[in-house]
């Protein structure tokens, strides 16, 4: 059993940065990936971000890509995800997952466990 906890959302002015926070509890956090996937309004649920157990690896959507930056902290048990330069197509609510199996996929059916999710606003 993993519990993730999102934190860091608010409001924010376009060109703005927030970074969200993900606290994982329940199993060892090095033994698993974790990624970072939104949803807005109306709009199917989308991959982010995803990064490897040890964090060397990392994978972003196109639409983020040179935006957003994951991290991870393996001896805090967190991941991080670093937003610059937001859009008002950025807004959503954003969730953290993770990957028990670590094989890679960038698809959400691979994921095993789901924080509760944190909203993030872009105003003009």
């Known amino acids: 059993q993993v519990t993730l906890v999102e934190s860091g959302g608010g409001l924010v002015q376009a060109g703005g940065s927030l970074r969200l926070s993900c606290a994982a509890s329940?199993?060892?956090?090095?033994?698993?990936?974790m990624g970072w996937f939104r949803q807005a309004p109306g709009k199917e649920r989308e991959f982010v971000a995803r990064i490897s157990r040890t964090g060397i690896r990392t994978y972003y959507a196109d639409s983020v890509k040179g935006r957003f930056t994951i991290s991870r902290d393996n001896a805090q048990n967190s991941v991080h995800l670093q937003l610059n330069s937001l859009k008002p197509e950025d807004t959503a609510v954003y969730y953290c997952a993770a990957d028990l199996a670590a094989l890679g996929s960038l698809s959400q059916e691979a994921y095993d466990y789901w924080g509760q999710g944190t909203q993030v606003t872009v105003s003009l």
């Open positions: 329940g199993r060892t956090f090095s033994s698993y990936a």
